[in-house]
């Protein structure tokens, strides 16, 4: 298979081996020093650079298939983690937006929300849907402060939802932005829009655009995220996603640092 294709096989067997058996909490929380050193290797490695066909191979591996879904899965809860404890310490904040302007992830919602306004000719007033909005919808937030774009995010864990509807009005953005505890099933909602968005990780994708695939009338435009580069797609729920028929893509937008995520715009068939 080749050297390099074995290294990057055993290391991710070896970060398996160590991060397997913690649980969400652990996950979540602040990590150890084990831990922390574990992540540090795992964000590494994703951010290496490869070629296409290797991470093709890699992902056509039997054996790793396991490891890259518990290792996607350890990913996803991480990030779920640090959006939890920004988003606590943000409503004890006496400045709101001062706290979430030193989120480390900040600067790259606001690239996003200039790529997915552009890419979408979204205009001030229009309205947009986020599935998966999470507990500290930062999308959302973006598209309204910068460019006045108003919006639903959709949640599908209840306390998630709540927190989130905390932080809305915290930032004094209630106005523009409601959230609802809800899944993809909530679709469509009654009030038109010009974007449904799916976050990175609403989940499973499979499912959840056959049902807008179903539901969405012609002429509706979609937009999701993926990862097109290095190793950062074996752990991308979206990354060897095919659309419906019924979809037909209209754009890609490559991300520029400090993003790694393209995003994709489709729209329904009609």
Known sequence: MGPEFE???TELIRLDAALQNLTEDQIQNAPDEVYGAHLDRLNRLAAAPVSDELVQRLLADVDLGPAIARISRLKRQNGLGLELQFAESMMSAPDPWACLQQFVYYPNYLALARMEYGGAGLHTGDSVIFLGSGPLPLSLICLSRQYGVEGV???QDEEHAALSERIIHKLGLGHGIQIIWG????LPLKAPCSL????????PKAEIFAHLAGILEP?????????????????DAASSLVLPSKFVEIARIRPEPPVNNTSVFAVRRG
Do not use: C, P, T, W
């Open 153 to 155: 995010g959709i949640e």
């Open 196 to 203: 449904i968005m799916v976050g990175a990780d609403a989940l």
């Open 7 to 9: 290294a990057i096989k």
């Open 183 to 186: 899944n993809h099933f909530a």
């Open 219 to 235: 002429g509706q435009m979609i937009s999701y995220r993926v990862y097109e580069k290095g190793l950062r797609r074996l752990f």
